[in-house]
């Protein structure tokens, strides 16, 4: 998550990082909610406003976008042969991603599961117009959100 600690972290075994919290395979969605607050207590990042949570997700998104850039070779000039981003580096930053948005529906005391469950509930029921210009959402709920889930 945390740049610096992103760095320390990669110095450690995969069992020195994850020895000290546990998160069970097929978990629900509080059971990470819980484990993200449990890691930003372990490492101090508690204190760490929605703003700031805000803007650091945004630059965890843009390094995924990057990763996928590199991996489909866009705009490689310098480079051409070299080697894309690995699916791995990309679902690293998934994670990074997902981590974030974690921390911030913790912050906000948001149930991701429920909420969720609910706007996809909503999903289902709208539709979009494909391409074009202002291509919109074409019929359900409003409230200007425009384009896709």
Same mark, same amino acid.
């Given at each position: 998550?945390?740049?610096? +600690?992103?760095?320390?972290?990669?110095?450690?075994?995969?069992?020195?990082?994850?020895?000290?919290?546990?998160?069970?395979?097929?978990?629900?969605? +509080?059971?990470?909610?819980?484990?993200?607050?449990?890691? &930003?207590?372990?490492?101090?990042?508690?204190?760490?406003?929605?703003?700031?949570?805000?803007?650091?997700?945004? &630059?965890?998104?843009?390094?995924?976008?990057?990763?996928? /850039?590199?991996?489909?070779?866009?705009?490689?000039?310098?480079?051409?042969?070299?080697?894309?981003?690995? /699916?791995?580096?990309?679902?690293?930053?998934?994670?990074?991603?997902?981590?974030?948005?974690? +921390?911030?529906?913790?912050?906000?005391?948001?149930?991701?599961?429920?909420?969720? /469950?609910?706007?996809?509930?909503?999903?289902?029921? /709208?539709?979009?117009?494909?391409?074009?210009?202002?291509?919109?959402?074409?019929?359900?709920?409003?409230?200007?959100?425009?384009?896709?889930?």
């Amino acid at each position: 998550m945390r740049e610096g +600690a992103a760095r320390a972290d990669a110095d450690a075994s995969p069992a020195q990082v994850t020895a000290q919290i546990t998160l069970a395979e097929g978990a629900p969605m +509080a059971d990470y909610q819980r484990y993200i607050h449990q890691l &930003e207590a372990l490492h101090g990042w508690l204190d760490v406003d929605l703003v700031h949570s805000c803007f650091l997700m945004g &630059e965890e998104v843009g390094e995924l976008f990057k990763a996928v /850039r590199k991996h489909l070779r866009y705009f490689e000039e310098h480079d051409p042969q070299g080697e894309g981003a690995s /699916r791995q580096e990309i679902a690293h930053e998934l994670v990074d991603v997902l981590n974030y948005l974690l +921390a911030i529906a913790n912050r906000l005391n948001i149930d991701l599961e429920g909420a969720f /469950r609910h706007k996809n509930l909503i999903n289902q029921g /709208r539709t979009w117009a494909q391409g074009g210009e202002g291509g919109g959402e074409a019929g359900g709920e409003g409230g200007g959100e425009g384009g896709a889930p």
